[in-house]
C-alpha cells in the first residue's frame, strides 16, 4: 500500500456542501446534484403553482422551475439582489432551481465532528434537514437534497406536496 492509499484510508469522510444564507440562517446543499449556480434572470409566470414558485427559465434548453426555497421553508421572502442566486439541482432529468438569499462558501464539511441530528419525529418542520454542522462557528442546517426533491418532482407529476 502507498503513502496516498494509507493516508485515504485513516482520513475522515469528507462532503463538499454549498453553504447560503435564508432570512439569517445558514443553510447547506451537499454539491453532488448541483449542476450550477446562476444569477438571478429574468422568469417566465407560471399559472395555477403554490406561491413557492416563482416562475421558470430556460436553462440550457430546458424548462426550469423556480423554488423561493425561503418561501417553501415559510420564512419571510426577501426582494433579490445583488447577492441573490439560483442553485440549478438536477437528478434523473428531473431539474429545479433554489432561489437563495446569498452563497456564502462552498466548504469541505468533516462528518466525524457531527454536532447532531434534528429529531425529525418530534418536528415536522425538519423533515427535510439531514444534520445540523458548525460552519465558522455558526449552526449550518444541511438540507437532505434527495428528499426535497422527491417530494417537489411528486407535485410537478400532479401529486400533492405538503412543504
Known amino acids: 500500500m502507498n503513502e496516498a492509499e494509507r493516508s485515504e484510508e485513516y482520513s475522515p469522510a469528507i462532503d463538499q456542501f454549498v453553504v447560503f444564507k435564508l432570512h ?5 446543499f451537499g454539491i453532488s446534484l448541483i449542476t450550477e449556480i446562476i444569477e438571478v434572470v429574468k ?6 403553482v403554490p406561491d413557492f414558485v416563482i ?20 420564512f419571510p421572502s426577501k426582494e433579490t439582489d445583488m447577492h441573490t442566486r439560483i ?11 433554489f432561489l437563495v438569499e446569498e452563497i456564502l462558501e462552498i466548504t ?14 418530534a418536528e415536522a418542520n ?8 458548525y460552519v465558522n462557528d455558526t449552526l449550518c442546517h444541511i438540507i437532505d437534497v434527495e428528499s426535497l426533491l422527491a417530494n417537489l418532482k411528486n407535485y410537478f407529476e400532479g401529486d400533492t406536496i405538503d412543504g
Open 24 to 28: 439569517n440562517e445558514l443553510f447547506g
Open 43 to 48: 422568469m417566465n409566470f407560471v399559472p395555477r
Open 55 to 74: 416562475g421558470a427559465i430556460n436553462y440550457h434548453g430546458r424548462i426550469v422551475a423556480i423554488v423561493d426555497l425561503a418561501d417553501f421553508f415559510h
Open 87 to 97: 442553485i440549478v439541482i438536477e437528478k434523473n432529468n428531473f431539474s429545479i432551481g
Open 108 to 121: 469541505d464539511l468533516s462528518q466525524a465532528p457531527e454536532e447532531g441530528k434534528p429529531l425529525v419525529e
Open 126 to 133: 425538519n423533515k427535510y434537514i439531514e444534520n445540523i454542522l
